[in-house]
């Protein structure tokens, strides 16, 4: 019995000195490791424990104003993206527009067509007054379609140049994190940005 009691309290000092063990190396040793592994890199830097300190602070406030900045830049992205859209839907209308200016120009040309043979019927008088209006007309036409091309070539150039602004918003902020990101297109409505695509990038 009582050496059944010998291996119990064995058992049990054993138990003890495992625990006793990991503690001491959970919480003294390994610490110990980490704070001279710690004090060696600072020795290394030549920078005393202090300026090592000051130089942690430093950066932390750094991080904090890149986090503001980032944030303030990220705001200013939904602004130009806001606007763009605003932009693409002048486009679209304007190009609408100029859909329609060239079926109108389109029916206009057939139906001048068909009036120049009625006209090959027609007194020579009343042939000339009708070329007078025609010659008119046409130039009414066009006019009016040389005035929504400039439109459209002013609303293309804002578009491009909005265009522009959120690449170099969006895509050089992402440069930071994709060095190889030099480039970027338009898809399906999205800006892309990466490597060798349709519009260089310039940060």
């Known amino acids: 019995m ?13 138990l003890i000195l495992v625990l006793f063990l990991i503690f001491l190396v959970a919480f003294v040793v390994k610490p110990g490791i980490v704070g001279y592994t710690v ?8 920078y005393s424990l202090e300026t090592y300190g000051q130089q942690v602070n430093t950066l932390e406030s750094s991080l904090v104003s890149l986090k503001a900045n980032l944030l303030g830049q990220e705001k200013l992205v939904d602004v ?11 486009l679209k209308i304007c190009m609408n527009e100029r859909e329609k200016y060239l079926l109108n120009s389109q029916k206009f040309k057939q139906e001048t067509d ?18 007078e ?6 130039v009414k036409l066009n006019d009016r379609l040389s005035i929504c091309q400039n439109n459209l070539d002013i609303v293309e150039d804002n578009f491009a140049g909005f265009v522009n602004n959120i690449a170099r918003s969006v895509c050089c902020k992402e440069l ?3 060095p190889t990101i030099n480039s970027f297109e338009i898809v399906n409505d999205k800006l892309v940005c990466g490597s060798d695509l349709e519009s260089s990038l310039t940060c």
Request: glycine residues 0%.
């Open 2 to 14: 009582e050496k059944k009691k010998d291996v119990k309290w064995f058992h049990w000092q054993y």
């Open 39 to 46: 004090y060696q890199n600072v020795k290394e830097t030549n």
């Open 80 to 90: 130009l993206q806001k606007q763009a859209s605003e932009n693409k839907d002048e």
């Open 114 to 131: 068909l009036l120049n043979e009625q006209l090959l019927k027609i007194e020579s008088d009343k042939i000339s007054q009708v070329k």
């Open 133 to 138: 209006k025609v010659e008119e007309e046409t």
């Open 176 to 178: 930071v994190d994709d």
